[in-house]
Structure formats: structure tokens, C-alpha cells
């Protein structure tokens, strides 16, 4: 279950302990991780269209206004219409809108971490329209009551007992005797349920994978199926995105398309990528009726122009989730954003406050894993660096931690005197230790030494080393 | 009101007003010339070596292919074929004029209904506007000739591709669709599907299986000498 933002570090011992989790995270990492580096072997030119892929992302976020008025006419001009929305009270206003005057009671979901983003679901649900999940990690949460531990990936967490105990409870015209001894029996209880919703539903809702300027068109791309359907038969089709998925062209989105496949579950293609533009046409016999885009800008807009704006280049692959130490470690549910992993760690401090979300961005090793695979290039560690900066600038970091570090700068800052310090102490913390060669325990060093020891330094500083030996070099 | 509020936040976060009409002017014509972004070397061959890497690509997704010579054979193989999965000879084909010209009575164990996939139907047969051999990817534009439940409702999926129209990459495939238009420029039909292989999840611990929502199966018949 999504867990509190604040109380991050209490989420991640707790998720540390968790055995269900672990044993699902331990099958997940590698999965992602060899099948995406296999796809990429394959294709000698996967880094010139990284190359390709940010600067399409850069040359549109720099001309934003007018590519998403481009987008919007054209949008328009197929029959479309596109409500714009600031914030995400908005977005679920004008959704809801568009519901009620279809006359709606049931809606079925493609799969949208926009809609989880403006807590699109409890919102209809208060006024008396049933949301339905068609993706199965999302339908399976949803009968739970769970949130997205992943963002292509939403159930990751669970074991296949957990799916079939679900099933039992919310499918309550299952027979008792009903065997579920393969995955292959879940998935076929799922698409019988959902197929009855799928035809039964008023409205369609489906994210945006992009915007196409060029020609109006929204591209969802998944490997169910089930997006289409969504889109397909109901009367009408919502589309709820963003503003920083517009891209010019019918090309742009297919170098995009390249990569983002590759880098999210390591197909060369998802299964289905499919453009919509614009309602039925006069001679269709099918289709909807009605084709509306909610476009949220919810904190984006504010993005551009600052140090942050790299990040609008997202395409949401989840590679860095995927290679992520501290993601791999704790999953998605501690992170208390449903963006968890370095792409989250950056995005909800925009969206919530760095006053709420300061643990997101010190949740990070440095690595720099997360900015090698992606696919847009984003410095991932340096966008968190920013954070840290501006938590520090506000005062909002622990005041252990910022006399630590002022203690540190002031050392840092007189170099004889650090090192001097430093061979001090590691003379003396050397000496205490050369019986045993570690310590069970250390002053100061409690996080360490709880669960490994310290090992005692040996011989000299590495700046006295150094200098030793450039003077041994020496003529 | 929010269109505007939306507009105007991002000009002031880029310090400048609305673009200048040469910038706009410049931007129109990248539209208009939509450049191409590096295209993958693997598929530039020419057309027996575009249908080989075709199959290939299709057969790793879990597709099945067939390459047949001539359109008498097309109701012959789609009889054994569901004879030999054990479905039933039922058969709801999109009303496309190359899938209408069909001698079906060639196959009188078939039954055949030309229109829009109920949800009882089991086996649907469709006409692909074009093939990609990058990825086996099958290019699926809606009309009214080709409606796009057909793709998407169907247990079964059979889809029918002219060899001639395998291409090397996406962007010739839309090339083919932005030249044989006949909806106003600048759009696409309403619905372009690509697909490649059938539907599939990993969300029960990130294990493939296939048949989730869309067509458990995807058999492609390859029909050599059309254009």
C-alpha cells in the first residue's frame, strides 16, 4: 500500500523486512535489467537514437507553447476537443464533466499514471461513477485497494498467492472447486471479468504515452490490449495526459518509440502502439462517438526554464526504477509518491513541495545507474542534487545533519588542517582497532556498525601515502 | 482560460512572449517535412531479405507465419489452420475488396460473415495496410473497410499482408499511409494500430503469458506477387 511521503525512512526498514516484497523484487530486478541491456545489443544504433530521442524532447520543451497550441488546432480540426487544465482539481472536474453528460455509470481504465497522479479514481467513485481497471496490475490493485508499486509494472509486488486470494474474495460467483494452479488460470478469470466491462462500459478512459502536434493524434503502447478496448468500443474516448508529452511529428515519435520499448521491458516493440486522432469518421461503422483530452499541466509549466526542466524529457520507461539500488532494495510503496525509483525522486518534490518530499531526493546512493539507462539522458543525480541543495538553502534538512556537515566544511575548507586531523584519527582509531582489525561498535558511526563492522585503518592516510610516494618519484 | 493561463506560464518560464513568425515559419516546416531521426540499418534489404527478417521478427514475438503464392490457397490454409488448433471453422473477415475477392467456396467447411467481430466470435480475418520488417510490426489503419475492432476483439487473429508491402522501417510504412491518403493531409485515419505478435502480460510475477485482453493468437499469411 502506498505509504506516508513523510515517514519515508520508517518505510523502508519496514520494506527491508517485508519477505513477500523481497521475494518479488528479487525476481523482478533481474528481468528488466538483462532483457532491456539484450534488446539494446541487438540494435547497433541504440545510442544515436538516445542521442535523437533527448534532443527531440529538448527542441520541443524549448517551443512547448507552441507546439501544444499546434497540437490543440489539430486536435480540433479531426473533431476532437482538448480541455485545458492547470491543476489537477481541474482535470477531475472536466473528466467528470465529460462522464456525466455521456450519462455514464461504469468507465473503464486503460492504464495512466496521470490519472493516479490527480487521484482520478476516488474522485468518480464520490460521484457515483464506477472506475474500472483494464490493465491487469492496475485491476488487481484496484481490487485490493492498493496503489502502483511501479510505473509500468503496477503489481510487481505480488505473489501469485496474493492474485488468487484476491480473485477468490471480489469474484464471488467463482465455484469453491475453481483451481487456479497455473498464472496462465489467473489471466484467463481476468480477461473473462473484464471482457464483460469492456463491452458494458459508457466511457473509455486511456493515458498518453505522446501528443503528435503534426496531426492531433494521442499513442498509447501496450502489450494487453486492453487499452484498446478502451478506447475502441466505448461511445466516448478520454484521453488524460500531460503537456509534456506533445511531440512535432509522426517521426519524432517513432525514434521515441525506439527506445522507449527497449528501455522499459526490453521488447524491440510493444505489442500494440496505437494512434487516435480525433472521433468516428463519417464512414467508420466503429469507434467513439466523442474524443476528448484532458491536458494537465498540474506543476509542469513551472518546470520550464529552471534547472528542473530536463525532466520534462521523461518518457516514463522506468529504466531507472529497474537499476536502481535503493529502488531494488525497498520497492515503490515506501517511496509514499505513486513515482517512486530517481525519475520519482526528482518529479514529486515538483508536484508536492520539497517541505514534504525532502527524503525523496537523499534516498539515493550517487550511483549514477539511473542516468546511464536512460533513454532521454536526464542527470538524474545532479536534478536530485538540486533538491538537496534547495532543502538545505531552506533549512528543512535535520539540524544534526547540518552541524555535521558545517563541522565538516570547516576542515574541508582549511586543507593542512584536515589533513592533518584526518591522520590524527586515523592513527588513533588505527591503534585502538590493530588487535582485531575492525570494531563491533564506534562513536558516531552507529548506522554503520549496526549491521557491519568498521574496519580499523591501516597504516596512513591516503594523502600522506600520496605525498610519500610522489616525493619516493622524485629525481 | 486555462488555455491561456497554461500558454502564458510557459512563455514567462522561457522569458519570452509568443514566438516570432520566422521562428513559427521555421517550426511549420519542420512539421511539414517531419525529418526522420536515424533509422536501424537491420532492416534496409532488399525484399526476400525484408520478408525473411519479417518472420523472424514476428515468429520471436510469438506470431505464426505462412507465405502463401497465390489468393485461391488463403481459404484452404485458414481451414487447416483452425482444424489443426482444434477452432471452430467460423470466420468474421473485414470487408477490405483484396479479402472480399477471396474464393471462399473453395473451403465449404468455412463459414464465413464479412463485418465487425461480435463478442462471440472466435476467429477474425484482416487486411494489414503494410509490414515492417525492423520488428515484424503489422501497420493496422481504421476505415470503413477496416474496422479496428476487428483487431483488437477476436480470440483469433488472422491478418492478411501482401509481401510487396513489407517495408524496411516504420517511417517508410507512413510514408506509404501519408501517400495513399485519402483523408486530409496532415491527419491520419482515425485509428493506426501497429502490432506486433499477440496479446501478452508480465504482470503475474513478471512472467510471459500471452492472451490477455486482445487476440491469444496471431497467424500472418504472407501472399506473394501482389503489389
Partial sequence: MLQSLAAFKENATSA?????LQRALARAKPHFAQKRQAAIDLLPEFEALRGAAANIKNHTIANLDFYLETYAAAVEASGGTVHWCS???????????????????????????VTEEISLNPFLEANGITPVETDLGEYILQLRGETPSHIIAPAFHLNREDWEESFRKSHTDLPADRVFRERRDLLTEARGKLREKFLAADVGITGANFLIAETGSSVIVTNEGNGDLTQTLPRVH?????????????????????????SATGQDMSVYTTFSTGPRRATDTDGPQEYHVVLVDNGRSAMVGTQFQDMLRCIRCAACLNHCPVYGAIGGHAYGSIYPGPMGAVLTPMLTGIDTAGHLPNASTFCGKCESV????IPLPNLMR??????????????????????????????????????????AIGLLGRKQGHFAWLPFAGGWTRTRDFPAPEGDTFFAQYAARQKARAP | MSRTAIITAIQRCLKRGPLPADQQAMLTSRLATHPRGPIPARGQLDLPGRIALFTQYAEREFATVAQLTSPAEIPTAIAAYLARLHLPPTLTISPHPALEAIPFAAAPSLQVRFGTTLPADSTCLTHAFAGIAETGTLLMPSGPRTPTTNNILPDNSIILLPAARITASYEDAFDLLRAEQTFPRQTLPRNVMLITGPSRSADIEQTLELGAHGPRRLHILILDGQG
Avoid at chain 1, 462522464?99 to 461504469?106: E, I, R, V
Avoid at chain 1, 478520454?238 to 527497449?262: G, M, N, Q, Y
Avoid at chain 1, 536512460?374 to 539522458?377: D, I
Fill in chain 1, 87 to 113: 491543476t489537477a482539481q481541474d482535470a477531475r472536474q472536466a473528466t467528470l464533466k465529460i462522464c456525466q453528460n455521456a450519462g455514464a455509470k461504469t468507465v473503464t481504465k486503460g492504464k495512466s499514471m
Fill in chain 1, 386 to 427: 538540486h533538491w538537496r541543495e534547495r532543502e538545505f538553502e531552506r533549512h528543512l534538512s535535520p539540524p544534526a545533519q547540518r552541524y555535521g556537515l558545517a563541522l565538516w566544511a570547516f576542515f574541508a575548507r582549511r586543507p593542512a588542517l584536515y589533513r592533518a586531523a584526518t591522520r590524527a584519527a586515523a592513527l
Fill in chain 1, 238 to 262: 478520454i484521453v488524460v495526459t500531460s503537456i509534456e508529452k506533445v511531440v512535432p511529428t509522426i517521426e519524432d515519435t517513432l525514434t521515441l518509440l525506439r527506445v522507449l520499448a527497449r
Fill in chain 1, 16 to 20: 527491508i523486512g517485508n519477505a513477500g
Fill in chain 1, 374 to 377: 536512460c533513454p532521454v539522458k
